[in-house]
């Protein structure tokens, strides 16, 4: 049940987020539905194989669902242990990568110009900036500052989360290994199992 609303979620925030325009990756959107698709399969294979008393479904169910385990509970360490240079390593490094659009729909919806004032590449961006803040005042808050806030925040909120919901999974590997394991009342009782 828990995994059919996350999936359900999932991909509600990534149809939300797509129809407000927050997020303009096709990408992130469509990694994000798939996750929310894939978690949603999950709990109805394991919805089906309790209802069926199906053994060999519960027993995948409990395997997929140890392996989410697994993954969720490492990303969501990993969230809460990256520390603030990391962050700045990770912004610098895909600062660079981006297309000019994809900094100018960031400077725009942050109100920032430019990265952090490190380098003569500073300037540039500067100068391209089509930022609001710009017009308003002669500088800007540079976007790197905004981009650590936000995401140290959401890593954070994250991590946190993801931790909540990695253990709950591990209570329904044990349920499904306990419920696996119970005779079917529907079964002929002189059989084996």
């Not at 380098?119 to 308003?136: E, N």
Request: charged residues 15%; hydrophobic residues 50%; contains cysteine.
């Amino acid at each position: 049940m828990k995994l059919k609303l996350v999936g359900l979620l999932l991909i509600g925030v990534a149809a939300w987020g797509k129809g407000l325009g927050v997020v303009s990756s096709i990408h992130i959107i469509g990694g994000v539905i798939a996750v929310g698709v894939f978690l949603l399969l999950i709990a109805v294979a394991g919805l089906v194989g309790a209802v069926n008393h199906h053994q060999v479904l519960l027993f995948f169910y409990m395997i997929i669902l140890g392996l989410v385990f697994i993954f969720q509970f490492g990303i969501s360490c990993s969230c809460l242990a990256i520390n603030r240079s990391k962050q700045t390593d990770v912004i610098n490094a895909s600062w660079w990568v981006m297309s000019n659009k994809t900094r100018d729909e960031l400077e725009r919806s942050f109100d920032c110009c430019g990265l952090f004032n490190l380098t003569t590449l500073y300037q540039q961006d500067y100068a391209f900036c089509t930022a609001i803040c710009k017009s308003r005042s002669p500088t800007c808050q540079m976007c790197g500052e905004k981009f650590l806030k936000h995401s140290d925040e959401a890593l954070k909120i994250l991590g946190g989360v993801g931790l909540f919901f990695s253990f709950t999974e591990i209570l329904g590997v044990w349920l499904a290994m306990r419920f696996r394991n119970q005779k079917d009342p529907r079964a002929n009782p002189s059989a084996f199992l």
